[in-house]
C-alpha cells in the first residue's frame, strides 16, 4: 500500500496516520475542523486535505452513527480505491451502509482494539497498536483485494488482523469494553453523592476503577447507543450479580446465629473468587493483549 487518506484526526485516526507516515505511505488527513487536521499534520501525520486523485485505502476513523454517512460521501467523490472505518461497533454501520446503496465490495469493516482516556491528535501516537488485535468485518460483497489492504493497515500500526462477523464482534465488545465503560461511569456517579471528607480518602484503587468514566460522553453515547442491546444484555446480567452480591451483604448485616454468617461468609468469598478466576482469563497485556476498553476518534463526534 502506498496511499491512504484518515478521514477524522481524533486520537485513533492522527495515531494511525503517525504509523502509516512512519512506514513511508503517502498520508492524508481530513476532517471538517480543519484546524485538528492541520494539528495531525503538524505532528508530522500526514497532508491536511484531500488528495488530487484516488488513493489505495481510505479509513472512516469517525463514531460509529457517522461511518456510513462518510463512506457513502467519500465514494461518491472517489477518495480512495477501497475503504475500512475504525469505529468500535460494526453491524449497525453495516446495515446502514447497505440501506445508503453504498458500494460494499469496496468497504471492510474495521476495529482497531486500542485506545486511551484522552481524545484528540495531540493524544495520538504511532504505536498505539503495538501487538494489539485489529479486528476486520468483511461481508459476503466484500472483495478480496479490499480484506487484503485493510490487513495490510492493520500490519503497518503493528497490529494483529482478526477476521470476525459483525455480530460476534459486538457482542464481544460489549462484554470487554462497552459494558466495562459503563459500569466504571455508573460507579463514578456514585462519587457526586459522597462528601469530600469521604473522597479525601480515595486512593488507586478507585483511581484504577473509575479511569474509563473520563471519557467524552458524547462520544460514548455515540458507542454505547450503536450497541445498545448486547451492552443491555451484558449489563442485564451483571445487574443480576449485583443484586446477588447485595443480598449476601444484607444477610451478613444480619445474621445472628454462627451458622447462618458462615453461610453467607462462604457466598461471599465465591463472589470474590469469581472474580479472580474471571481476571484469570484475560489474556497477558502483551502480543496477545486483551482488548482495549478505550476508544477515541475525535475531540467531539463529527461528520467526514
Request: hydrophobic share 45%.
Amino acid at each position: 500500500m502506498d496511499s491512504a487518506a484518515v478521514v477524522g484526526t481524533g486520537l485513533i485516526g492522527t495515531s494511525i496516520a503517525l504509523a502509516l507516515r512512519g512506514r513511508g505511505v503517502a498520508t492524508y488527513l481530513i476532517d471538517t475542523d480543519q484546524e485538528a487536521a492541520r494539528v495531525a499534520a503538524g505532528l508530522g501525520a500526514g497532508i491536511a486535505g484531500p488528495p488530487r486523485g484516488p488513493v489505495d485505502l481510505a479509513v472512516l476513523a469517525v463514531p460509529p452513527q457517522q461511518v456510513a454517512a462518510a463512506l457513502k460521501e467519500h465514494q461518491l467523490r472517489g477518495l480512495a480505491d477501497d475503504f475500512t472505518d475504525a469505529a468500535s461497533v460494526k453491524e449497525p454501520p453495516q446495515l446502514e451502509a447497505a440501506r445508503l446503496g453504498c458500494d460494499l465490495a469496496r468497504f471492510v469493516g474495521g476495529h482497531p482494539m486500542g485506545g486511551r482516556e484522552q481524545s484528540g491528535p495531540l493524544a495520538a501516537r504511532d504505536d498505539l497498536f503495538h501487538g494489539r488485535p485489529w479486528v476486520l468485518t468483511p461481508s459476503a460483497l466484500t472483495r478480496p483485494q479490499t480484506l487484503e489492504r485493510a490487513e495490510r493497515l492493520a500490519e503497518l500500526c503493528g497490529a494483529r488482523p482478526v477476521v470476525m462477523a459483525h455480530a460476534e464482534h459486538d457482542r464481544a465488545v460489549a462484554l470487554t469494553s462497552h459494558t466495562p465503560h459503563l459500569v466504571s461511569t455508573l460507579l463514578a456517579a456514585r462519587l457526586l453523592h459522597g462528601e469530600r471528607s469521604q473522597l479525601g480518602l480515595a486512593g488507586q484503587g478507585l483511581q484504577d476503577v473509575t479511569r474509563l468514566a473520563g471519557g467524552s460522553a458524547e462520544l460514548w453515547t455515540d458507542i454505547l447507543g450503536s450497541n445498545a442491546v448486547a451492552v443491555a444484555d451484558v449489563l442485564a446480567d451483571f445487574a443480576h450479580d449485583v443484586d446477588d452480591a447485595v443480598e449476601v451483604l444484607r444477610g451478613l448485616s444480619t445474621a445472628r446465629e454462627p451458622e447462618q454468617r458462615r453461610t453467607h461468609l462462604e457466598a461471599l468469598s465465591t463472589v470474590l473468587v469469581r472474580g479472580v478466576q474471571g481476571r484469570a482469563r484475560l489474556p497477558a497485556r502483551g502480543g496477545t493483549g486483551a482488548p482495549s476498553t478505550s476508544t477515541a476518534y475525535a475531540a467531539a463526534p463529527r461528520g467526514a
